[in-house]
Nanobody, 125 residues
């Protein structure tokens, strides 16, 4: 599975960005998808995940009410819509895919099989 994330950039605090991640190489509807981020000097952290069908999603507490994950299985793409961005959201954002045919969101990064290259999000104060 190849994952291509994009949409990152520089945005002012309070602004919005949408990160798409397009997958290829496997039937997309068989993949659970997630977003993770890593800030300089910090460990990678879970941000959001969505089940294969898109029926269930889960966000980390720090982004609840601000970020929304969604997917369009027809175009093999998962999205992370980020609003009310804060400087602490600055990080390299990665999309990931897991292929164990579970239809619930996966929060543990060790359960993901494939990772994209990351897209940088920088939020200025």
């Amino acid at each position: 599975v190849q994952l291509q994330a994009s949409g990152g950039g520089l945005v002012q605090a309070g602004g919005s960005l949408r990160l798409p991640c397009t997958a290829s190489g496997r039937t997309f509807s068989n993949l659970g998808m997630g977003w993770f981020r890593q800030a300089p000097g910090k460990e990678r952290e879970f941000v959001s995940a969505i089940s294969r069908s898109g029926a269930r999603a889960y966000n980390v507490d720090s982004v609840k009410g601000r970020f929304t994950i969604s997917r369009d299985n027809a175009v093999n793409t998962v999205y992370l819509q980020m609003s009310s961005l804060k400087p602490e959201d600055t990080a390299l954002y990665y999309c990931a895919a897991e292929s164990r045919y579970r239809d619930y969101p996966i929060k543990n990064g060790y359960e993901y099989d494939y990772w994209g290259q990351g897209t940088q999000v920088t939020v200025s104060s």
